[in-house]
């Protein structure tokens, strides 16, 4: 004979299993049983990223292969601003699989604002660790939520001004879990805030048996090969090198330049290279073939990088790994690595002339040329050995966390 239950008997669990919100609430309740499962990571990127019209997610090169990497060993979410893929327009050169990686992009329009906005709370709550990449309108806004519930978080500075370090921006330093940033100066800055700070190298495919040491160049008067690599816009400085190779030309220099990238300059500068096929720039697009870009760097005598704003540029290692000898602007933690007269020579922001004039000095100086691409190479080498992958650092992190 069935024992019919009465209400006293009925637990408060057995109700809630009887509900049909229960797997809303087991949902609830999962993130506090951590140790059954892989640790939810949310990255909180500063963006933008790209969404192409089948829906694919795009991001740039470095990013794409730390998400996943990430995703071998943590439930993984990612959330930027996006916008539009359109070809020649912007430059995301790896797309995310979204078996692997959890994307969520807030684009523009206020229903896919409200929907975006919606999946990002949902996977902030269900996260173990937040990873903010800091500075960023996003990554401040989620930082701020962060420290008003009290939600365990890690930051990666990337190199952007910290514009109120007695405010915000040094009270998310000094509650963050960890630090992680790309050059020496800016821990020395974040170590002012947190005692937990790890210098990284954001490049994972760094490979010392791609080094390539260059002997004396050849005589002066061959032609002299200048390379460009990233996105084509304004704050790389791409305008700048664009005058400076107009003015190269007009002094007679016998040279020609490439530009590996897509950007929003990438379709006027194409029609402005078009009614001036005498000048010798070619654009050369989006290069995905990673073998193809270090196939660039390895027949190039020189790599110009006047950005405006950097943290440290991956594609500075991947010159230094073949001896090209660097041009660069000295932002973000670019200093840190790179020394004037050195393994370089620097040059001011949004300075056509001093481009020039750099060019002008490494063309004649074939010592002077071949000096700076061996000490670069010496350079890279000994970040190889001796500085963490961004991965190896947070994977070692993620650990410590399960641990606790």
């Not at 006293?8 to 009887?18: D, E, F």
């Not at 140790?35 to 829906?55: A, C, E, K």
């Not at 000295?330 to 790179?338: L, N």
Request: a neutral charge; charged letters at 25%.
């Amino acid at each position: 004979m069935r024992r019919r239950a009465s209400f006293c008997t009925i637990t408060l669990p057995s109700l809630l299993r009887r509900l049909p919100i229960s797997p809303f609430i087991s949902c609830v309740a999962d993130p506090m049983r951590t140790r059954q499962r892989q640790p939810r990571l949310f990255v909180v990127g500063n963006g933008p990223s790209g969404i192409g019209d089948d829906g694919s997610y795009h991001v740039d090169r470095g990013c794409g292969h730390l998400l996943d990497d990430l995703a071998e060993i943590a439930q993984l979410s990612f959330a930027q601003p996006v916008e539009p893929v359109a070809a020649g327009l912007n430059y995301y050169g790896y797309i995310l699989s979204p078996r692997r990686v959890t994307t969520i992009g807030l684009d523009r329009g206020a229903a896919k604002i409200l929907q975006g906005a919606i999946r990002l709370l949902w996977a902030f709550w269900r996260a173990d660790l937040i990873y903010l990449f800091y500075p960023g309108t996003l990554p401040k806004l989620i930082a701020r939520l962060c420290l008003f519930l009290d939600k365990p978080y890690g930051v990666f500075l990337r190199g952007g001004q910290l514009g109120n370090k007695e405010g915000i921006d040094g009270r998310v330093l000094r509650k963050a879990r960890f630090v992680m940033t790309v050059s020496e100066t800016l821990a020395g800055e974040a170590e002012a805030f947190n005692r937990d700070v790890t210098v990284v190298r954001s490049s994972r495919d760094l490979d010392a048996g791609e080094a390539h040491r260059r002997g004396l160049p050849s005589e002066a008067g061959s032609r002299l090969r200048l390379l460009f690599v990233g996105r084509i816009d304004a704050e790389k400085g791409v305008p700048e090198l664009i005058e400076a190779a107009k003015t190269l030309h007009a002094e007679g220099l016998d040279f020609e330049m490439s530009l590996i990238g897509l950007g929003a300059l990438g379709e006027p500068l194409a029609r402005e290279l078009a009614d001036a096929r005498e000048l010798p720039v070619h654009l050369a697009g989006e290069v995905t073939d990673r073998a193809a870009v270090m196939n660039a760097f390895d027949a190039a005598d020189i790599f110009i990088l006047p950005s405006h704003h950097e943290g440290f540029a991956r594609v500075l290692y991947e010159a230094m790994l073949k001896s090209c000898a660097i041009i660069t602007t000295m932002v973000g933690g670019i200093p840190a690595v790179m020394k004037d007269r050195e393994n370089c020579l620097a040059i001011p922001v949004n300075d056509s002339d001093a481009i020039a004039a750099a060019v002008r000095e490494l063309a004649r100086d074939r010592e002077l040329r071949q000096r700076i691409g061996a000490r670069g190479l010496d350079t890279v080498l000994s970040v190889i050995e001796k500085v963490p992958t961004h991965f190896d650092a947070l994977q070692e992190k993620l650990g410590t966390l399960r641990a606790a």
